[in-house]
């Protein structure tokens, strides 16, 4: 059984764009717009993988990564940020997120990134 993975990003090009790269190769379990959705998501789906946008309204992906961190560090979280967030990406580490990727992605990266984190 592949692993299962849940994209989250606040944009459907985004998470068209993860879940057609990552979905050859894992089975995508669920797709959130913002961090409230990823955790009721989380809970019902119980992925291996996140992948998780840090800027999303309702709940922001650093806010998102904390509270699924707290329920299991058995999944990995994978944060898909752009290079100007940095600040917000040294919170999303503090909140337990395991890797990270730039926007806009290199899909051979963004594959690898996954595949390393569930191997």
Request: with cysteine.
């Amino acid at each position: 059984m592949p692993p299962h993975v849940l994209v989250v990003d606040d944009s459907s090009l985004q998470r068209t764009i993860i879940s057609g790269t990552l979905g050859e190769h894992f089975e995508i379990v669920g797709e959130a717009e913002n961090g409230r959705e990823a955790v009721e998501l989380f809970e019902s789906t119980k992925p291996d993988l996140v992948t998780m946008d840090i800027m999303m309204p309702e709940m922001d992906g650093v806010e998102a990564t904390g509270r699924i961190k707290q329920a299991t560090d058995k999944t990995k979280i994978m944060m898909c940020t752009s290079v100007e967030q940095a600040e917000k990406m040294k919170e999303a580490v503090r909140a337990g997120a395991d890797e990270y990727v730039t926007k806009p992605f290199d899909e051979d990266e963004l594959l690898d990134t996954a595949t390393a984190l569930l191997s």
